[in-house]
């Protein structure tokens, strides 16, 4: 039986979660009820439904929680662009967070795979 602290995707958003915690610590104190707490929200609702789905009985259901933690995936590369486009972040910043997003993405969906060829075989 595996523990969700061996789950690929889990590591991943994890670290995306941590990044972008650390990352908003620079935003103007009058983002804090705006784009610093959406994206802080955004970022921990990727690993959070990751694992809510991991606990889940049917593998339908996890696939289900991986797709919602795919949209906060792109939810969160959004309020980065935004990030970007008030200054509050550099080019290189967003594209390295870009990056851990794509890797984020690519781990997922390898997993959903994973969880869709598991279904078929039971």
């Excluded at 929200?41 to 990727?46: A, E, L, P």
């Excluded at 996890?62 to 080019?91: P, V, W």
Aim: with cysteine; aromatic share 10%; glycine share 4%.
């Amino acid at each position: 039986m595996y523990k969700l602290s061996e789950l690929e995707s889990w590591k991943s958003a994890r670290q995306l979660r941590i990044a972008i915690s650390d990352l908003v610590k620079s935003f103007p104190a009058d983002e804090k009820f705006r784009l610093k707490d959406q994206i802080v929200r955004s970022s921990r609702s990727i690993p959070a439904n990751i694992a809510e789905g991991f606990g889940r009985f049917h593998y339908q259901e996890n696939i289900q929680f991986c797709r919602i933690a795919r949209g906060s995936l792109y939810e969160t590369l959004e309020h980065l662009m935004c990030a970007k486009d008030e200054g509050y972040i550099t080019a290189e910043q967003f594209q390295d967070l870009n990056d851990q997003i794509l890797e984020c993405l690519k781990i997922l969906n390898g997993y959903v795979q994973y969880l869709k060829k598991a279904k078929k075989s039971t």
